[in-house]
């Protein structure tokens, strides 16, 4: 991947930018762009939607289909920055916080215990009563 310059405050602001030159202010408002992100989201289920774990990895790799994968991407990320806006939400201190946020429930190396099954990986043998 081409290394980028455009920060996440760039893009925020480039959508803001967008919206108010077509007037869509008055249309975008949180519940409407909540939904639009649910949907847009909801196309890019789709396209993994017939494929197994394994051959979505390989589907992933043509570059046609990353074309389309990437542009259901952008409208995901269009509507999300969208909301941060009219919410008065800094997307990227929102991503900071959350990220750190998630490194405190998450240590690296620790896979939450309800999704060691799920991903085929041994379940660590359950501690006696005993030895507590």
């Not at 925020?12 to 008055?26: I, P, Y």
């Not at 408002?29 to 494929?51: G, Y």
Request: no cysteine.
């Amino acid at each position: 991947m081409p290394e980028q310059t455009t920060t996440l405050h760039d893009l925020q602001a480039a959508v803001a930018r967008f919206v108010s030159e077509r007037d869509w202010d008055v249309y975008h408002t949180p519940k409407s762009l909540s939904m639009s992100v649910a949907i847009e989201a909801a196309e890019i289920m789709e396209l993994f939607q017939w494929h197994g774990n394994e051959a979505s990895r390989a589907v992933a790799a043509d570059p046609a289909w990353q074309a389309e994968l990437a542009g259901e991407l952008a409208d995901v990320l269009i509507y999300a920055l969208a909301l941060a806006n009219v919410s008065e939400i800094d997307a990227g201190e929102a991503v900071l916080t959350k990220l750190a946020r998630n490194q405190q429930r998450f240590p690296p190396g620790q896979l939450p215990s309800r999704h060691r099954a799920l991903d085929g990986v041994p379940q660590p043998a359950k501690k006696d009563q005993s030895d507590e």
